[in-house]
């Protein structure tokens, strides 16, 4: 299928090609002409499976086509909520990327930085407003903000906000809004907690199930090295000696974990880079920006600081150290093998680790390989 079938506007289209974008993901397809019909929407979805765009193009041509939008008060039409300030900036760039036929304003509000440039923004007028939670209800108690005028709400990466704490924001946030809306909310997983969410927030909502977090792409090639605690360091260092290797993302559970791997590696003479959330917004984004331009070969990150990043052509991940839970794998080793490209996962095993590994095989239903070359078994 492609974008025109969708229905979509000529603006939009054009926009879309200048991306180069000639056919939807399975989660664009299913999402966008549910979303044009001004319906709600739950969708299970992990980090590149498209989401932003399934949700950025309905919005923008509602927008552009409605009525109401050039009638109405003027005021902020729609809430973007995300939990990281990356993935908030990515969704901004999305929106420019998307909308940049259309006359259509959105800014993108965080914390971590002075707020003097966003509440610019906000008096200047936005139609949409991408934010993460806590500068948001900082911004609405300083009455920056009003959201009477609110015609859609998005709740991105719930699950996420749950792992972050946001929730309580969250639902603070919920009550300060339009009851009439249309809502979008999407997830990657679905405990418990984000399924009541769920409920109460979305009026009979189509549900748009795609990837879902138990299964790995086909396109990524995993292996697994068992090895000793001490000589993770090592093996690193052994395996980046493949000049075959242009760009690695590495994960690690700790922040004080991701400094000391990045440490190490440009004391071996490996340019790298470490982001969390430690990290000031402006380093995290110049880490991004730098890994990105291949300048930095490694990016060494906390899941919570990856969540969100997106990089085409990115050649391999690394699991320095396995994570606790199962589904963060899936997340992790989905950065690579993207939008159909190929792509390796490696994954360090120590004895303390096994019993994780035995949760993610159980979790995506089959062994990950062995690898064959360990200097440090």
């Known amino acids: 299928m492609s974008f025109e079938k969708l229905n979509l506007i000529e603006p939009i289209l054009k926009a879309l090609s200048a991306e180069g974008y000639t056919k939807p993901t399975p989660i664009q397809e299913q999402s966008i002409p549910v979303l044009l019909e001004r319906r709600d929407l739950l969708g299970c979805a992990q980090t590149g499976t498209g989401k932003t765009a399934a949700f950025a193009i309905p919005i923008l041509q509602l927008l552009h086509q409605d009525e109401l939008y050039k009638k109405a008060a003027p005021g902020i ?27 259509i304003k959105h800014t993108v509000i965080f914390g971590g930085v002075p707020q003097r440039s966003q509440t610019d923004a906000l008096r200047a007028g936005v139609d949409i407003l991408i934010a993460t939670p806590g500068r ?76 879902p977090a138990s299964s790995t792409a086909n396109t990524v090639k995993q292996e697994i090295y068992f090895v000793d605690k001490n000589n993770k360091r090592l093996l690193l260092l052994h395996l980046l000696k493949d000049d075959s290797i242009n ?35 402006n380093a995290r984004q110049r880490a991004l920006s730098n890994f990105k331009a291949q300048e930095t070969r490694v990016l060494v990150a906390t899941d919570i600081a990856a969540r969100g990043i997106d990089i085409d052509e990115l050649s391999h991940v690394v699991n320095y150290e396995l994570p606790n839970i199962p589904e963060t794998y899936v ?38 390989p062995l690898a064959q070359d360990n200097p440090y078994p």
């Open 77 to 103: 039409k729609v809430l973007i909520l995300t939990p990281t300030r990356e993935l908030a900036i990515q969704i901004g760039e999305s929106f420019a990327a998307y909308g940049k036929l259309l006359r």
């Open 247 to 281: 760009t690695a993302l590495v994960f690690t559970r700790t922040k004080h974990g991701a400094d000391r791997v990045a440490k190490d590696l440009n004391r071996a003479g490996i340019m790298a880079e470490a982001i969390h959330g430690n990290k000031s917004q």
């Open 331 to 368: 997340h992790r080793i989905g950065r690579t093998g993207r939008a159909g490209a190929s792509g390796i996962s490696i994954s360090f095993c120590d004895a303390e680790e096994r019993a994780y590994l035995k949760d993610i095989q159980k979790l995506i239903g089959k062994s990950v």
């Open 136 to 211: 948001l209800l900082d911004l609405m108690d300083q009455r920056y903000v009003r959201l009477d005028q609110l015609k859609t709400f998005v709740l991105d990466e719930a699950d996420r906000m749950l792992d972050m704490g946001f929730i309580h924001d969250v639902k603070k946030i919920i009550t300060k809004i339009p009851a009439k809306r249309q809502t979008i909310f999407f997830s990657a997983t679905m405990p418990e907690e984000i399924s009541k969410l769920a409920a109460t927030i979305l009026t009979n909502p189509v549900r748009v199930e795609v990837t």
